[in-house]
């Protein structure tokens, strides 16, 4: 991709296709996303050609001088093509946005991540053509979890409809409020109630197997509470027309995210949460997420302060 493309695509909306129904669903969910958002679209589709060898194993020549060349060909042209059917169908659900595509060519994770440096948002499907739906993370979403730096969407087939919250994950820490400020500014342009969730995960793993009493289930509330105030202070004065519930669970903290996120518009996790231990804790907890959240999920990682957007237009 060119500099000038990637001035381009800053702030855009970028989303991965691999011609998968996987992939559409999120190349239409990014669509939705950047009209609410009044950005652009940027799809991108990534071709990886192999090296082309003088020789095949064991010394024997290609069949006919270009043979690799004319499949690489028939491949992009292949390519070109699909993006172009999607292109068109986001313009037609979406006529006021604007709309461009992205071909691609190297390592999966690597491109899409170049192609999303400066962009807003990155949105892809959370398996391709060969991956298992609902069960399986492909693993160009696996790196581009591992490595991008900025906010990230993974969308699935076959998620229920519901009540349509959206649901964060609220821990105290850093990334947790980056978390909530993402939550609130998508729940604001959507319409959407906001599910605030804080689990009280404190104790040994055999101990929340058993159902605390009501005298526990006080002590918790009575805890975690200044916690909720605390992360979602400010939160309600910019965005007043934004619903809050506020939920406090005794639970395994992937567990209760999964239940709340049911018949979800989105779930919003942090990538890390607190200190050295809680680190690898939390970071489990947002990869169990998406891999099995019953909605699309928003993985946002702390790397800067941000002032989301209201509203635009």
């Not at 160009?140 to 990230?152: F, G, K, Q, S, V």
């Not at 969308?155 to 909530?180: C, F, H, K, L, Y």
């Not at 489990?284 to 989301?308: G, I, L, Q």
């Amino acid at each position: 991709m060119s500099s000038t493309e990637s001035t381009m695509d800053k702030g855009a909306v970028v989303a991965g296709y691999d011609g998968s129904e996987e992939a559409r669903k999120a190349v239409r969910w990014a669509a939705e996303e950047a009209a609410a958002r009044g950005r652009g679209l940027v799809v991108a589709h990534v071709v990886g050609f192999p090296p082309v060898p003088e020789a095949l194993p064991g010394g024997g020549a290609w069949p006919r001088p270009g043979f690799l060349e004319a499949g690489q060909e028939t491949a992009q042209r292949h390519a070109e093509a699909m993006l172009g059917d999607i292109a068109r169908e986001c313009r037609r659900a979406w006529p006021e946005l604007t709309v461009s595509t992205r071909l691609l060519s190297g390592r999966a994770p690597d491109e899409l991540a170049r192609a999303a440096e400066n962009a807003e948002l990155l949105v892809i499907g959370s398996s391709g053509l060969t991956a298992l739906p609902r069960l399986l993370v492909g693993s160009t979403a696996n790196e581009l979890l591992h490595d991008y730096h900025r906010p990230i969407v993974v969308v699935r087939t076959g998620e229920a409809e519901g009540d349509r919250n959206v649901v964060v994950g609220v821990d105290g820490s850093e990334t947790s409020r980056e978390a909530i400020g993402f939550a609130y500014d998508f729940a604001d342009r959507h319409g959407r109630a906001l599910v605030a969730l804080h689990v009280w995960s404190d104790l040994p793993l055999e101990a929340m197997a058993v159902t605390p009493t009501e005298h526990d289930r006080e002590l918790i509330e009575e805890r975690g509470k200044p916690l909720l105030d605390e992360a979602l202070a400010g939160y309600r004065e910019r965005y007043p027309d934004v619903p809050v519930h506020r939920v406090i669970a005794v639970d395994r903290p992937a567990h209760a995210l999964a239940e709340q996120a049911e018949g979800a518009a989105l779930l919003v996790v942090g990538s890390h949460g607190r200190g050295p231990l809680r680190r690898a804790l939390l970071g489990s907890v947002s990869r169990a997420m998406v891999h099995h959240a019953p909605c699309p999920v928003a993985v946002v990682r702390h790397h800067e302060r941000r002032d989301y957007p209201k509203s635009r237009g």
